[in-house]
């Protein structure tokens, strides 16, 4: 195997693993080991090429989240940093691995965007907030793991305090920052392949470049002092090798019981990060990944990490980036027998190019521990405050969430606000919950729509003697904001109700379905009970007789009483379901469609059928035959829902009429399909014509349809 690129590259990982262990509140060395057994194990598991693993700022700062959290608590001292993280990293593994093992990668979706975007933003300005007091030389005056509002306010109370370490961090910050503006411009304008491809080196590597210079700037400034008169602060000794390699020590339950409140959103943001990666950069490289073989990358990579008393590791955004636009690649050797008898040497982009970042750690390990002594912990905090500035989402993509939907903008604001001022797991938590809550809002509160009906044609420009076809399409009678506001909507028949529905008929929004059906059915259709004529006792307990004090109220240009007006409205006799947008129907939903039909009757004092058009699915069909529809005014009329009694389906020659069909692909010269015109259409003499024809619904089944167009026509000649 050999690499066709340098070691150069990849400088920026063992940088930034040292820098994510220090908010991680680890010696700087755990981040190393934690940068090699991602890219190592990762390399063999993974699906995507482009990942790389290993420690990450927003996992960083949860880390130390969890180990002031189990420190702090009576008797959690007798743990040290490390060995919690390292536990950390075993659960959370554990767990991420038994999610990818049970298939369940699919859980991830529930997490929409904007909530991931959110507590991203929040915990990005948490982290660069608490790493300007070691930017500025003061991070021992006041708590930096406090509320991010706190921190921020302390960091302008001590700026008095500023020390010479302010030197070091703000001149690298600044050389960061400018870096990367003059050189992207250059990259973006340039047409020379050349001075792109130095410009993107010079891009990758400004953060090598600062911490050497930086590195050796301090040895000079420091080197004939002792270090009791150190005026920096700086790194000191780094152990060299894997000095804490073996089998994880004081893990017990315990430690795993005082770990327990912030396991969950610990696993959290290790699958959703990664699975978010990893998505992005398939698409953008043109390949997909598996969540759930990820989901086992991951957990095998923390699991197997606990030997290397790694802690928890996941995808990184900036490396992978990095690697997927430098085109690391692997050559692999493989027999590939050409025309002559001679081997081909083939390169491949793979995730095994990982290993080359493994190998540049262990070369940082084992021969520049020395050097790092003289690293300052104020450039440190200039590559962590650079770093995560890229995750703080850019006003642009926050006018996106606003433009799609405000309520996600909303909720993508409102987890900033609660990280901000609380903690990362409550923004995540409440990120979460609030997103749950609006799709639950979503489903239980859909958005269906009474149709009319809508006669187009076609729109051929010039003149033509050929007659334009025309065709019935039935769209919402009220402007939806997609049409044209000035056409004309008609009405369907007198005494025809059509409503489409538009999420699933579920026990969610079954009862809303029918409330919004049987008000609209009692304001737009006249009682068939007349009460005013009869007894007071004979009226519903909860409709009220109008006061024989009370004024008349006039109604309408004509002068209409509230009665008279009424009776203008034509009576209930069908009520048309367009079932194009159901997916699922449950029990409680066909059982209030029941109870539904039970009152639009009692209301109407007459029988009102129940159409159905466009069903989307067999259980659909088998769950409303088990409620009585589909077989016309003469079927069963269950008042609960009863088991289906699976009867004999084959339909009889008298009825076939009432067919709806479809053609079959006819040869060229064979008999004339034009017998019939539609799909409505149907003709007894045509169907010995068993080759051009079929039946698509049985009339035994007669009130499912195809279409809205043979529903309201089949409800219309049942009068």
């Known amino acids: 195997m050999a690499v066709n690129r340098t070691f150069k590259q990849k400088a920026l990982d063992w940088i930034g693993c040292m820098s994510y262990a220090k908010i991680a509140t680890l010696p700087v060395e755990y981040g190393l080991y934690s940068s090699f057994v991602g890219v190592i194990i990762y390399a063999i598991f993974a699906t995507s090429k482009d990942v790389t693993i290993g420690p990450v700022a927003v996992m960083s700062l949860e880390v130390s989240k969890v180990i002031a959290h189990v420190q702090g608590q009576a008797g959690g001292e007798i743990y040290t940093a490390p060995v919690i993280a390292t536990a950390l990293a075993f659960i959370t593994g554990f767990v991420v691995l038994a999610i990818g093992l049970l298939r369940l990668g699919w859980i991830v979706e529930f997490i929409p965007a904007p909530a991931v975007a959110g507590f991203m933003t929040g915990s990005a300005i948490s982290i660069a907030a608490g790493q300007v007091p070691s930017l500025m030389g003061y991070s021992s005056k006041f708590n930096t793991r406090a509320a991010t509002y706190k921190v921020i306010i302390n960091s302008f109370k001590f700026l008095p305090s500023t020390t010479r370490d302010a030197a070091f961090g703000l001149s690298g910050l600044v050389f960061l920052y400018t870096v990367r503006y003059i050189v992207s411009k250059v990259?973006?304008?340039?047409?020379?392949?050349?001075?792109?491809?130095?410009?993107?080196?010079?891009?990758?590597?400004?953060?090598?470049?600062?911490?050497i210079f930086l590195t050796l700037f301090a040895w000079i400034h420091l080197r004939n002092k002792t270090v009791k008169h150190y005026d920096i602060s700086i790194l000191k000794d780094v152990p060299a090798g894997f000095q804490h390699m073996g089998r994880p020590k004081d893990i017990n339950a315990d430690l795993i019981g005082r770990l327990g409140p912030l396991i969950p959103v610990s696993t959290i943001i290790l699958l959703l990060e990664h699975i978010a990666i990893a998505k992005s950069f398939g698409r953008v490289n043109n390949y997909k990944i598996d969540p759930n073989q990820e989901?086992?990358?991951?957990?095998?990579?923390?699991?197997?990490g606990t030997l290397f008393n790694a802690y928890p590791a996941t995808g990184s955004f900036s490396r992978s980036a990095i690697k997927s636009k430098a085109g690391v690649r692997v050559r692999l050797i493989f027999l590939a027998r050409a025309r002559w008898p001679t081997y081909r040497l083939c390169a491949s982009q793979t995730p095994l190019a990982g290993w080359v970042v493994g190998v540049v750690v262990i070369i940082a390990l084992y021969a520049l521990t020395g050097a790092f002594y003289w690293i300052p912990n104020a450039a440190l905090s200039a590559v962590i405050?650079?770093?995560?500035?890229d995750l703080i989402a850019s006003p642009r993509q926050v006018y996106g969430f606003w433009k799609v939907s405000p309520i996600e903008c909303i909720i993508f604001l409102g987890a900033v606000i609660i990280t901000v001022f609380t903690s990362i797991e409550i923004g995540i938590y409440a990120s979460v919950g609030a997103s749950a809550a609006l799709l639950l809002y979503r489903i239980a509160r859909p958005r269906g729509q009474f149709l009319g009906r809508v006669r187009v044609r076609a729109d051929i420009d010039g003149g033509s003697d050929v007659p334009l076809s025309q065709r019935d399409v039935y769209v919402p009678l009220q402007p939806d904001?997609?049409?044209?506001?000035?056409?004309?909507?008609?009405?369907?028949?007198?005494?025809?109700i059509i409503y489409r529905f538009d999420e699933a008929f579920l026990y969610p929004n079954a009862s809303y379905y029918a409330d919004v059906i049987l008000e609209y059915a009692k304001e737009h259709t006249r009682t068939g009970q007349d009460y005013a004529n009869g007894k007071a006792g004979d009226r519903p307990w909860n409709d009220p007789a109008p006061s024989r004090w009370a004024k008349k109220e006039v109604l309408g240009a004509e002068g209409l009483t509230r009665t008279e007006m009424n009776a203008t409205k034509p009576l209930l006799r069908a009520v048309i379901f367009d079932f194009g947008g159901v997916s699922n129907v449950d029990t409680t939903a066909v059982q209030n469609l029941i109870d539904l039909r039970r009152v639009l009757e009692r209301y109407a004092g007459q029988p009102v059928a129940f159409h159905f058009a466009t069903l989307l699915s067999p259980w659909i069909k088998r769950a409303l035959l088990a409620g009585g529809f589909g077989a016309g005014p003469h079927g069963d009329r269950p008042v609960e829902i009863a088991p289906v009694v699976i009867g004999e389906n084959t339909p009889s020659p008298a009825v076939a009429r009432h067919f709806q069909r479809r053609f079959a692909p006819s040869a060229p010269g064979s008999?004339?399909?034009?017998?019939?015109?539609?799909l409505e259409a149907g003709s007894p003499d045509s169907l010995d014509v068993k080759e051009q024809e079929g039946p698509v619904v049985s009339s035994l089944l007669s009130t499912f349809h195809l279409d809205i167009t043979s529903a309201v026509a089949a409800a219309v000649s049942d009068w």
């Open 187 to 211: 990259e973006a304008r340039t047409r020379n392949p050349l001075v792109k491809r130095i410009a993107f080196f010079a891009n990758t590597l400004r953060t090598a470049f600062v911490i």
């Open 295 to 304: 989901l086992i990358a991951i957990g095998v990579t923390n699991t197997i």
């Open 385 to 389: 405050i650079h770093a995560v500035g």
């Open 481 to 496: 904001g997609i049409r044209n506001p000035n056409l004309r909507v008609d009405a369907p028949p007198p005494g025809v």
């Open 671 to 678: 008999a004339d399909v034009s017998i019939i015109s539609d």
